[in-house]
């Protein structure tokens, strides 16, 4: 039977092939190379690629996108911890429903959202429209700054941070927090001790499901940053704009590794993939 059901997987694995291990093959080739565009006449092999990676403005994106990451991580784990808790410890009856809205806004299209936020972040905005607010010529909204990156990397990620929290905390065994109050513990020191520890997994996998995006996304820093903020994403979009595919490729193949490293750091922590759904 379970030969049945790899056999089901093998469109699946000549698609990942195509779409996924064949342009990471080719990117990866495309490092060592010098040429203009897609033109192959004067084509060389070179390192000289790699001096990009020492480039100021290589720097200050990667360090860009390192800030904001870690920025829009951590509060993602803050808040995406606080609504996962409060949800598991509630007595809704459907809490699948509630999870089904938190994500609710995922099942649209990314641009559009981001688009829709850059909206509420100007002074006249959708809300200004319906109510008829009369606002000051002069009124600076939020869009084009740090905080508004911030924002809508949280508004976009934070379910990814949720679910995976939500689940470990699903499975740990009630009778544990149960033994832990009756050995005397209070509410808190039961959940220092047992209830944390062993939503960790979920704590790590939901922090790397966040933490990637935000690291090599372009469009929530070009729309809501309104291009004066540039991250690595978008460093690797104007190098594939103006066709120097070869140093592009250079700077994805290192968010790749990172990318693949992340990966392993969650198969470290949860081998099973409890917390990955």
């Known amino acids: 039977m379970n030969k049945r059901f790899q056999k089901l997987a093998t469109p699946y694995l000549i698609w990942l092939y195509i779409l996924a291990l064949f342009p990471a093959v080719f990117m990866f080739g495309l490092m060592f190379f010098n040429m203009e565009g897609i033109d192959t006449d004067e084509i060389s092999f070179t390192f000289e690629n790699f001096k990009q990676l020492a480039e100021p403005s290589t720097r200050i994106a990667l360090l860009n996108s390192l800030k904001f990451s870690v920025l829009s991580t951590a509060l993602c784990i803050l808040l995406g911890y606080i609504t996962a808790y409060f949800l598991y410890k509630s007595h809704i ?6 999870l089904t809205i938190l994500i609710l ?3 649209s299209n990314l641009l559009l959202r981001t688009q829709a936020l850059a909206n509420i972040m100007e002074p006249n905005n959708i809300f200004t429209s319906l ?3 009369q606002v000051k010529e002069d009124a600076v909204g939020i869009a084009g700054g740090d905080l508004a990156v911030i924002i809508g990397s949280v508004f ?3 379910p990814f941070m949720i679910l995976p929290i939500y689940t470990a905390l699903e499975k740990i065994d009630p009778m544990l927090e149960e033994a832990s109050l009756d050995l005397g513990s209070n509410e808190f020191t039961t959940f220092r001790r047992v209830t944390l520890p062993l939503s960790l997994k979920g704590v790590v996998t939901g922090s790397v499901m966040v933490f990637l995006p935000c690291m090599s996304g372009f469009a929530i820093p070009e729309i809501l940053g309104k291009g004066n903020i540039v991250m690595i994403g978008n460093i690797i979009e104007q190098f594939f704009k103006n066709m120097n595919y070869n140093i592009g490729s250079l700077l994805a193949i290192v ?8 990966i392993a750091l969650v198969n470290k922590f949860d081998k ?3 917390t990955v759904l």
């Open 156 to 158: 976009t990620y934070l």
């Open 272 to 274: 099973d993939g409890e």
């Open 255 to 262: 968010i790749l590794i990172l990318i693949l490293a992340s």
């Open 93 to 98: 009856q459907n809490k699948f429903l509630v």
């Open 105 to 107: 806004p995922m099942w």
């Open 131 to 133: 109510f008829h607010i």
